[in-house]
């Protein structure tokens, strides 16, 4: 079995049919269609378009968004980081499910915040900016989604 490479592209530079997949495959998740044929009716192509492109098509919010996502940060040891830190969370609409902090050492701890990110009222995209450039945070990634 060959190693699968993946791309992020812009959907501007995508054939239509795999934004209309994406699409239909949304519709399904959220029960605005409720039978495969449904949605591919609606967006505009053939159930055998979808077939051959759901497993191999996933927009990239998509698969960031609506679950559960553990993050990974190295905070300074400071009075007040940890709490600027979570209330950057709370204040995005993640919900976090698992705190994790090691012991100090160095002058920095290692955490990591496993969060569901359904209900965030932010883009990931924007929360990760204000975490990364928070007040003593020296690192902040996603480790796993």
């Known amino acids: 079995m060959s190693k699968k490479t993946y791309y992020i592209v812009a959907a501007e530079a995508l054939p239509e049919v795999f934004i209309k997949v994406a699409e239909a495959k949304r519709m399904l998740q959220v029960g605005e269609a409720d039978t495969v044929g449904e949605a591919t009716r609606r967006v505009g192509i053939s159930r055998s378009a979808f077939y051959k492109y759901k497993d191999t098509v996933q927009p990239f919010q998509d ?83």
Do not use: W
């Not at 190295?74 to 830190?85: H, I, K, T």
């Not at 979570?86 to 994790?100: P, Q």
């Open 63 to 145: 698969m960031k968004t609506g679950h559960i996502i553990t993050f990974y940060a190295m905070l300074r040891d400071n009075p007040g980081v940890l709490s600027n830190f979570l209330s950057i969370f709370a204040n995005s609409g993640a919900n976090i499910l698992t705190i994790n902090q090691t012991i100090p050492t160095n002058g920095c701890a290692a955490l990591t915040i496993s969060a569901e990110t359904s209900d965030m009222t932010e883009a990931l995209d924007e929360m990760i900016a204000r975490v990364s450039g928070a007040y003593g945070v020296i690192k902040f990634e996603i480790l796993a989604a």
